[in-house]
């Protein structure tokens, strides 16, 4: 079963037959962090990324978690591991 709780940064580039504002239009909470011309960076649950896969919306690809994500940004290359 899909963690409910886990935000995870995903990369959705939506099917031939679909726009970007369509994806967009739909009310599926996304948290959108970036658009460009043939995808959208998105913030969202395992739970909506499935509901965009079942619909077939857009194709998933899921780059990190936010976690993973926060976890990078604060690390300080100079400062070592």
């Excluded at 995903?10 to 099917?15: E, H, Q, V, Y």
């Excluded at 909506?48 to 990190?64: F, M, N």
Aim: aromatic share 4%; net charge negative.
């Amino acid at each position: 079963m899909p963690d409910e709780k886990t935000l995870w940064i995903a990369r959705l580039t939506p099917a031939q037959a679909v726009n970007l504002n369509a994806v967009l239009d739909l009310s599926l909470g996304l948290d959108v962090w970036e658009r460009r011309p043939d995808s959208l960076v998105v913030a969202a649950t395992d739970l909506q990324l499935s509901e965009i896969e079942r619909r077939r919306l857009a194709r998933v690809e899921k780059l990190c978690t936010l976690a993973e994500f926060r976890s990078r940004a604060n690390h300080n290359p100079e400062e070592g591991p």
